[in-house]
């Protein structure tokens, strides 16, 4: 089922995919004109007029965080520091604040508790990994793993950003996970190069960006969270409760996904790729609650709050991208926009 491999050099750039609306068609139209003209940007009214979780602002909010990573074929870099880009940008993002603290008001405001709400394993889980393992297809898997891919193509970068705001315990146990994610030095063993390979498995294109126009509001939103943590110094307590929430919840589920993977007969490195999650994650999950959530606190105690917002933003959207694609899916539809 492996695709045919590319002949040639290969761009790194993505190609930016199709507008949704109002918001990312303007971006769009921006982006491809030059930064030193004036550019046709939506106004500010538009966002906060849009819906928070919606398709349109989270493809233009996902547009304007990609310019941080690879950028877009035939985009000037430029555009990245662009004042007016990032004005629209902050207006995007307070929607999406907003709407994120609205929604998980009445959830623990410590950590310790935020935590003890995502440890327990229910007897009867129905979640998304749950239903994978029991009753995945393969084209469901496929499905599963084309959306995940923008994130796991990315997989460590957006936690990175919170490196230089760190200090101490939780800088040093940060670096010492990272390093993990990135294959500790060996290319081969990132992680964002063995999903690749199990998207290779599963014949899927692995180049980066490529299934970004197949992917739900919700996917988009999802990865997005990461990316507005990431590049707010004044967020990084919510950026470690994040990523600490991906560590928490990460090893039962990829026991879950391998087991999938394996029923499916998906291939020796779909199975791979979350039989090796299942240790790993096991232990970065003690090191990331002891030591960068730990040391975190103890330097800074005030950011407790944020801590507790980053574990239940995370949860509502995972929650949020397992309800549309399980509904999809009991339909007997595809779960992405374009079905593969």
Excluded at 277 to 287: F, L, N
């Amino acid at each position: 089922m492996k695709p045919a491999e590319p002949t040639g050099p290969r761009r790194s750039e993505p190609v930016p995919p199709a507008g949704r609306g109002e918001l990312s068609d303007g971006v769009l139209r921006a982006l491809r004109g030059r930064p030193e003209r004036e550019s046709a940007l939506p106004s500010d009214g538009v966002a906060d007029r849009t819906d928070p979780y919606g398709e349109d602002l989270h493809l233009a909010l996902y547009l304007c965080y990609e310019l941080h990573y690879r950028g877009f074929r035939g985009v000037d870099p430029a555009w990245e520091w662009h004042p007016a880009l990032l004005g629209l940008r902050a207006a995007l993002e307070r929607r999406f604040l907003d709407a994120l603290r609205r929604d998980t008001e009445d959830r623990p405001h410590g950590a310790d508790e935020a935590f003890d709400g995502i440890l327990v394993e229910p007897v009867h889980g129905t979640g998304l990994s749950h239903f994978l393992r029991d009753e995945g297809e393969l084209w469901q898997l496929r499905e599963y793993a084309a959306q995940r891919s923008l994130y796991h193509l990315k997989e460590a970068d957006p936690h990175a950003w919170v490196i230089p705001r760190l200090r101490g315990r939780a800088k040093a146990a940060m670096v010492a996970v990272e390093f993990d994610e990135y294959g500790g030095g060996r290319a081969d063993r990132m992680h964002s190069r063995l999903f690749a390979e199990l998207m290779a498995d599963l014949g899927l294109d692995t180049t980066y960006g490529r299934y970004v126009g197949a992917a739900t509001a919700e996917t988009l939103a999802s990865v997005n969270l990461m990316s507005m943590f990431g590049l707010h110094r004044a967020l990084r307590g919510a950026l470690v409760g994040h990523f600490a929430a991906v560590e928490v919840t990460s090893s039962p589920a990829s026991r879950r996904l391998a087991g999938a993977m394996r029923r499916a007969d998906a291939g020796a490195a779909a199975v791979h790729f979350y039989a090796e999650h299942v240790e790993a994650d096991a232990v970065h999950e003690q090191v990331v609650r002891r030591d960068v959530v730990g040391g975190l606190l103890e330097d800074e105690p005030w950011l407790e709050a944020d801590v507790a917002f980053g574990v239940a933003a995370t949860d509502l959207l995972d929650a949020l991208v397992g309800e549309r694609t399980l509904a999809a899916w009991r339909d007997g539809r595809s779960s992405l926009r374009t079905p593969l």
